[in-house]
């Protein structure tokens, strides 16, 4: 089964750090996702992005967050200045436009920051 | 808003016993259900869904769900569980129409453990 492919699996950065976590969602699917979960926290959903603009976002996503499809297969979430708050695991997710109402999450990346 | 509550953190069991995971939520109007799974190292992979119809949903690997609106309960259960079914599970909603389904809003996951 096609799978969505986030790398790195685990980033480390200092605080005040940009970083860019990366994903790969399915090859044909359309709509794609940024949830977080903090540590024994419930997962959180930050945005979602379809015909490459943002269609809605939480609270949580405030300034210091972008996301980005830079080609026609990545995915990227941007954090520009990371806070010790943002240590979370990042989910990538995506679906296709079917109606089918499914998601398919990548594995995660867990971002540490120092 | 909506909010998903699940009643229980950690759920050992034994295995072919049967097991239901408990899921509440609230929200002043429609909702579409989900259970999701999350095995070790992997991503969350949907269970089943409820989206209208029949109140009995039936999922991938065994697993059914029944949705109650008087009690707004989306309680998940298999009759007979393996040691494979040893992951974290999801209970989340979200609003129909759009693309509204991919806003999810999850419980705070409950552990199922499998014992020999």
């Known amino acids: 089964e096609p799978e969505v492919t986030q790398t790195p699996s685990h980033q480390v950065t200092q605080m005040g750090q940009e970083v860019i976590l990366r994903c790969v969602p399915i090859?044909?699917?359309?709509?794609f996702y940024w949830y977080r979960q903090i540590l024994g926290q419930k997962v959180e959903f930050l945005v979602s992005?379809?015909?490459?603009?943002?269609?809605?976002k939480s609270e949580i996503f405030d300034d210091q967050f972008s996301v980005e499809r830079p080609d026609g297969s990545n995915f990227t979430l941007k954090i520009r200045s990371t806070k010790l708050e943002d240590s979370a695991m990042y989910f990538c997710a995506s679906s296709d436009p079917s109606g089918n109402e499914k998601l398919f999450f990548g594995s995660g990346t867990q971002l540490s920051v120092l | 808003a909506q909010s998903v509550t699940q009643l229980d953190s950690q759920v050992p069991v034994f295995e072919e016993a049967p097991v239901e995971l408990r899921c509440n939520y609230s929200?002043?109007?429609?909702?579409?259900l989900f259970w999701y799974v999350q095995y070790p190292n992997q991503g969350l992979q949907l269970l089943l869904k409820y989206l209208s119809g029949s109140t009995l949903v039936k999922g991938i690997n065994g697993f059914e769900a029944e949705f109650n609106k008087s009690q707004t309960s989306f309680h998940l259960r298999k009759p007979s569980v393996h040691i494979s079914d040893t992951a974290e599970y999801f209970c989340?909603?979200?609003?129909?129409?759009?693309?509204?389904?991919?806003?999810?809003?999850f419980g705070q996951g409950t552990i199922l453990t499998v014992h020999p």
């Open positions: 992005f379809y015909n490459n603009e943002i269609s809605e």
């Open positions: 929200s002043s109007v429609s909702v579409y």
């Open positions: 989340a909603v979200s609003l129909p129409g759009g693309t509204s389904y991919g806003k999810l809003t």
């Open positions: 090859s044909n699917h359309l709509y």
